[in-house]
């Protein structure tokens, strides 16, 4: 049944009995977005910009990031979207958007904070990706890395729809907006978990720091409690709520955030192939009874080797 779920492995992501969930890819570069675009994927749900951005003396312009962006949407024709404006800070340093050293980089002036200290990158941006939407029509969606208040969120939901721009989502991997996520997302449309950074911040562990990768897992049951809140927002608030960390691309993982309740999961493209296997083979309900083991697990669930998940397949 394995074998024959992975060789029929095509088209659209859902469990056995037909409840969707998105399968999309991770991209940096346009030469990614050409890449992913070839895959049986559904799009892309993560396109980190700040690639056009790093190791440069000055910022992009309009007209390159325009081109940039058009190019992209271009390759994935009518397929989702989701661009992620400028993720930058002191631990990602931009040339020209030099504000200091900082002790703790990860808690510093990165992601949206450092759009709302230089609008000048965010307005750009922004307006490139107008441009690229008014050229191709595609379905983008464009949210905003490290966002931690509704005021953040309704200040930049407020640009992008002053910009005509169809979809305007914010990235969840802060705790505290995981926690509030009903409230944030009542001022955007859509959000996407970020669980590389949200178990970062959720466990106090450097993601960068190898032998901290007990406590980085996002099979931590803290970490999914994060993920299970923030679906709850968007359960509450009818908002749709998917993921672009890493954790999408581990197919158990997958069934757990499923049944969690994401719409979507964004993985590096050679993942789809076992994600969409893994969700053909169990249903949803399967998928929520996974859920419940492990949020309700002492600790971090070893996913392969754990007898009470491994009872549910
Ligand atoms: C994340 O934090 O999970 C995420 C998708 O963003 P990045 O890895 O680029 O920080
Ligand atoms: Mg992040």
Redesign the pocket.
């Known amino acids: 049944r394995r074998a024959a779920a992975l060789a029929d492995s095509h088209g659209e992501g859902a469990t056995r009995d037909g409840h969707k969930v998105k399968l999309l890819a ?1 991209i940096g570069t346009l030469a990614d977005a050409e890449n992913a675009s070839k895959f049986d994927l559904e799009g892309s749900g ?1 396109f ?1 910009t700040e690639f056009l951005f790093l190791g440069r003396e000055s910022a992009p312009t309009l007209e390159e990031q325009t081109e940039t962006y058009t190019k992209v949407l271009q390759a994935f024709g009518d397929r989702r979207v989701v661009v ?1 404006t400028l ?1 930058a800070g002191a631990d990602k340093p931009l040339a020209f958007a030099d504000l200091g050293e900082e002790e703790n980089p990860a808690l510093g002036v990165r992601g949206l904070r450092l759009s709302q200290r230089r609008e000048d990158l965010l307005d750009t941006q922004l307006q490139a990706l107008a441009a690229a939407y008014e050229a191709t029509h595609g379905d983008l969606w464009v949210m905003a ?1 490290m966002v931690a208040t509704v005021d953040e969120a309704e200040w930049f939901a407020a640009k992008v729809r002053a910009l005509g721009l169809p979809k305007v989502g914010i ?1 969840i ?1 802060v705790p505290a907006a995981a926690i509030r996520s009903s409230h944030l997302l009542s001022v955007v449309d859509f959000a996407s ?6 178990s ?1 911040y959720t466990m106090a562990a450097d993601r960068l720091k190898g032998d901290l990768a007990n406590l980085l897992t996002p099979w931590q049951p803290a970490v999914l409690a994060m993920i299970k809140a923030a679906c709850d927002g968007g359960k509450t608030t009818g908002k749709y709520v998917g993921v ?3 954790a999408g691309g581990d197919p158990l993982l997958a069934l757990v955030l499923t049944g969690l309740g994401v719409g979507s999961l964004s993985m590096a493209p050679k993942k789809v192939t076992a994600v969409r296997a893994a969700l053909r083979l169990h249903d949803l309900a399967t998928c929520e009874r996974m859920a419940e083991v492990a949020l309700e697990a002492r600790e971090a669930v070893i996913a392969l080797a754990d007898p009470t998940l491994l009872d549910l397949l």
Do not use: F, I, K, V
């Open positions: 991770n993560l980190r992620r993720d890395p990235m991997e978990l970020g669980t590389n950074d949200l970062q672009c960390g890493e």
